[in-house]
C-alpha cells in the first residue's frame, strides 16, 4: 500500500544492506527537511524517489578510523589534503565520521596544537565528523582528562618524526600512557634500515619487521592495560598466532581486547598481483 503523507520525503528503493541481518529489498526514507533517515520500511510503502536494482546495495552511512588530513598551522602539506578536502571526499563516499592521524608536519602531541586542530574542524561545513588523533612521541605524555582522547603510536617510521626505534624507548614513554586508548604503526626500525634497496614497497618494509615489532609491542600492550588497536595491518601468519596468543592471555587477565584495522586492499590483493605479467 503506497502512502501519500504530505510531507516531502525521499525514498531510496533497493537492497538494503545491515549489519545484523540478511540484506533485504525495501526503502530508506529521509526527511527533506532535515536530511534524517526516519524509517526503513519494506518495499512498496512509499513511492519511490529512486531505485536500485539489485546489483547495488544500499549502505548505512560508514565511518574511516584512519586518514591523513594533512592541514596543520605550518600550511605545508595542505597541497596535499586539507579537512575541507578530506570532508568532502569523506562526504562524496558514504562516509559519515573520520579519524585523523596526528603525524602533520607539526605533530599534535601537546593541548597547545591539539586545540588548533578541533578550532580548524569547527570550521569545515560539511556534515562530517571529524575527531583527531593525539600523538605519542618520545618524552611526550597524555592531554586532557584519563582515557578522554585516543593516542597513536609510530612503533616504526611513518610521516614526520613521532618515530621510536626500539623498544626500550618505546616504554620509557608508553608507561605514562597506562589504560588510554592506543593505536600503534607497527613496524621494528632496523629491519626497514636494512631493507631500503627493496624494488618495492613490500619489499622495503618486510613482514619482518612487522613480526618482530609485534613481538616487542604485545608485552607492553599487556603490561600498562593499554586499550589498543593495531593499525593497516597486512600480513597473517606468525603475527595472526601471536594476536591470537596475545588475546587469550588477555581474556585470562582481564585486560582490553586488542583489535586490528584493515584497509579493503589487505583483503582483496596480495603481492603476487603486483608481479609484472610477461
Known amino acids: 500500500m503506497v502512502n501519500n503523507s504530505s510531507e516531502e520525503k525521499y525514498v531510496y528503493e533497493g537492497v538494503i544492506a545491515n549489519h545484523d541481518s540478511e540484506p533485504f529489498e525495501g526503502q530508506v526514507v529521509i526527511n527533506g527537511d532535515s536530511g534524517i533517515i526516519e524509517e526503513i520500511t519494506s518495499k512498496g510503502v512509499y513511492k519511490p524517489s529512486k531505485k536500485f536494482d539489485d546489483s547495488c546495495f544500499i549502505f548505512p552511512g560508514m565511518g574511516d578510523v584512519h586518514i591523513h588530513a594533512r592541514e596543520d598551522e605550518t600550511g605545508d602539506h595542505s597541497h596535499k589534503e586539507t579537512y575541507s578536502t578530506a570532508a568532502s571526499a569523506a562526504k562524496n563516499g558514504g562516509t559519515v565520521h573520520i579519524s585523523a592521524m596526528p603525524n602533520t ?6 593541548e597547545e596544537r591539539f586545540k588548533w586542530h578541533r578550532d580548524r574542524v569547527k570550521s569545515v561545513s560539511d556534515d562530517i565528523s571529524i575527531l583527531n588523533y593525539v600523538g ?20 616504526g617510521k ?53 613480526n618482530f615489532g609485534l613481538k616487542l609491542l604485545l608485552p607492553l600492550i599487556e603490561k600498562y592495560k593499554l586499550d589498543s588497536k593495531l593499525c593497516h595491518w597486512s600480513t597473517g601468519g606468525m603475527s595472526f598466532e601471536m594476536i591470537e596468543e596475545h588475546r587469550e592471555r588477555s581474556k585470562r587477565e582481564g585486560f582490553p581486547y586488542t583489535t586490528i584495522e584493515v584497509s579493503p586492499l589487505h583483503l582483496l590483493f596480495d603481492n603476487s598481483m603486483t608481479e609484472k605479467r610477461s
Open 105 to 110: 608536519p607539526s605533530p599534535v602531541t601537546d
Open 136 to 155: 605519542i612521541g618520545n618524552g611526550t605524555r597524555p592531554i586532557g582528562k584519563l582515557k578522554e582522547h585516543f593516542y597513536k603510536a609510530y612503533f
Open 158 to 210: 611513518s610521516v614526520g618524526d613521532l618515530t621510536f626505534y626500539d623498544e626500550n624507548e618505546l616504554e620509557n614513554t608508553i608507561k605514562h600512557y597506562f589504560g588510554q586508548k592506543v593505536s600503534f604503526h607497527v613496524e621494528y626500525q632496523p629491519f626497514i634500515d636494512a631493507s631500503i634497496n627493496g624494488k618495492n614497497h613490500s619489499e622495503r618494509r618486510p613482514e619482518g619487521a612487522v
